[in-house]
């Protein structure tokens, strides 16, 4: 007899071996079985088709006279199997009552040699042992799936109410024992601490916060290292936005405090919402009542005017069902305050001071010039001129050495935060002297002068006037004014000898 060389050996080794081989899930003569693992609630593919040796053999298409039968065997080794769905050659389907229509076929695939079975969705007692026989011309083809559930149950139901504490429990139908279980959130693996308490298949959260939201990934871990994870989309029914919002706002202006709900209620089944405000000042308890409306999921406070005394906390309640969600809206009004009040002279020490009301220690201030007509244009050239001398332009202090006529206009003062720009109180500054419009410097001192003059010629010319007119009028009475003349000097004689008399006596 001839020997065989290794290599020749070794060849025919593997061709009958690869002959031989068929991929999980492809039906060749004997079955062959595998498993898929679906959560409860998802959908699940059990995968089922011939191999591309046998497509090959039917021309790349099965002929129309094809059956599928898929069974599910029981929970146990003793129970028949029962039927899940069949497909006549003729066409007609035939489906179990439990799970009519949820189970399904492609017809369109039958033809290329795909028989899976879709169900969707699976529940945790779909669990199980299915079979697929699949009968064409003469032959008969077999696959077998193992579907394993996971699943996992949040108590109490959804929706979770913001702060409620809540119990994620995670459980499969694999038959080893479960050695460990994980829990990840936004994949970050949670360890057991004050707020989440990892047990054995199961994960309390005690205040579930916003943040909370999302999904989450429990990994079940078993004796035999079988790992199985599934992933369940957490929602919290609570408020939007920032945890204890602040509303800045200028002080003689309107305001708006947010409250406004993460999800509408009536996509959850909730029809009784109603909600209120209510704030603590001096002593006394202020309410205001929102008007119900399951349209919307935001219930804000509207104040058309707010002054100092308005800002600090206000409490939003919403309750929804049986149950009541409450949010804190702080109110920080902004204020500028002039060091000169009323109007400002000329020349003057001006000091601009923005204030805040409750402030986060986050903020920062900035000052702009605002023409009195506005543009885009005129505002950056008047803040780049008007800004050139003052010491602070950002601050909450601005200063101006020299009040001019060029400062006459609106200050704003700005407040900015992480996140941008928060508000703006503006201040309207007012200067004694002020015109509308003036003529230019170099033609100032001219005018004046001209008019002095003018002024001063026309007096010289009215005092010539009233001199020559009085010395070219005659007299009226000529006669008093002869006596006149005549009584002056006796009057002096009678003085006269009135003095000497005198003299004599003494």
């Excluded at 779909?126 to 083809?141: F, H, I, K, P």
């Excluded at 999800?263 to 205001?288: C, E, K």
């Excluded at 703006?424 to 002297?433: D, E, F, M, S």
Aim: neutral net charge; hydrophobic residues 40%; glycine residues 8%.
């Amino acid at each position: 007899m001839r020997p065989v060389s290794p290599v020749l050996f070794l060849t025919f080794t593997l061709l009958a071996f690869n002959a031989g081989h068929i991929p999980p899930g492809v039906a060749d003569g004997e079955s062959r079985e595998q498993k898929v693992w679906a959560r409860a609630g998802s959908s699940a593919v059990l995968p089922c088709h011939l191999s591309p040796r046998r497509m090959s053999k039917s021309l790349k298409h099965l002929p129309d006279m094809t059956s599928v039968l898929w069974k599910r065997h029981g929970g146990s080794a003793h129970q028949e199997p029962h039927m899940v769905l069949e497909v006549e050659p003729s066409g007609l389907r035939k489906t179990a009552l439990h799970m009519r229509s949820r189970v399904s076929v492609q017809d369109s695939a039958l033809r290329n040699g795909n028989f899976s079975l879709r169900i969707d969705p699976v529940r945790s007692e779909d669990a199980g042992l299915y079979e697929a026989r699949v009968t064409y011309n003469t032959e008969v083809q077999s696959c077998q799936v193992e579907l394993g559930v996971i699943t996992v149950t949040l108590s109490p139901p959804s929706p979770v109410i913001e702060n409620e504490p809540l119990l994620l429990s995670c459980n499969s139908s694999h038959r080893a024992s479960l050695v460990e279980t994980c829990w990840f959130h936004n994949g970050c693996l949670i360890p057991t601490s004050r707020t989440f308490c990892s047990l054995p298949g199961a994960l309390s959260i005690f205040r579930p916060a916003m943040s909370d939201a999302g999904p989450w990934c429990c990994q079940l871990r078993y004796s035999d290292n079988e790992i199985i994870s599934a992933t369940y989309d957490l929602q919290i029914l609570g408020f939007d936005g920032p945890t204890n919002p602040v509303v800045y706002a200028a002080a003689g202006s309107a305001a708006d405090l947010p409250c406004t709900l993460s999800y509408l209620p009536s996509a959850f089944g909730i029809n009784m919402v109603t909600a209120h405000w209510s704030r603590l000042a001096g002593g006394h308890l202020q309410d205001w009542g929102i008007s119900q409306n399951l349209s919307s999921r935001s219930f804000p406070l509207h104040l058309p005017v707010v002054w100092p005394g308005d800002a600090g906390q206000y409490h939003c309640a919403v309750s929804i069902g049986s149950k009541k969600i409450i949010r804190d809206v702080t109110l920080a009004v902004i204020t500028v305050t002039p060091s000169i009040q009323g109007l400002v002279s000329e020349g003057s020490h001006l000091l601009l001071i923005c204030s805040l009301t409750h402030p986060q220690g986050h903020e920062r201030f900035q000052w702009k010039y605002l023409d009195s007509a506005p543009t885009n244009s005129k505002v950056a050239v008047a803040t780049s001129r008007n800004l050139e001398g003052h010491r602070s332009q950002t601050g909450p202090t601005l200063e101006i050495l020299q009040v001019s006529q060029k400062d006459t206009g609106t200050w704003e003062c700005s407040v900015y935060g992480p996140e941008g720009r928060l508000g703006a109180a503006q201040y309207g500054l007012q200067i004694t002297g002020a015109q509308v419009s003036s003529p230019p410097t170099i033609f100032s001192g001219q005018v004046t002068f001209g008019l002095t003059l003018t002024l001063f010629l026309l007096l010289t010319v009215c005092v010539l006037a009233l001199a020559i007119q009085k010395k070219a009028r005659p007299p009226a009475f000529p006669a008093l004014e002869g006596m006149f003349a005549v009584a002056v000097p006796w009057k002096k004689m009678e003085e006269k000898q009135k003095e000497n008399m005198q003299q004599t006596e003494c």
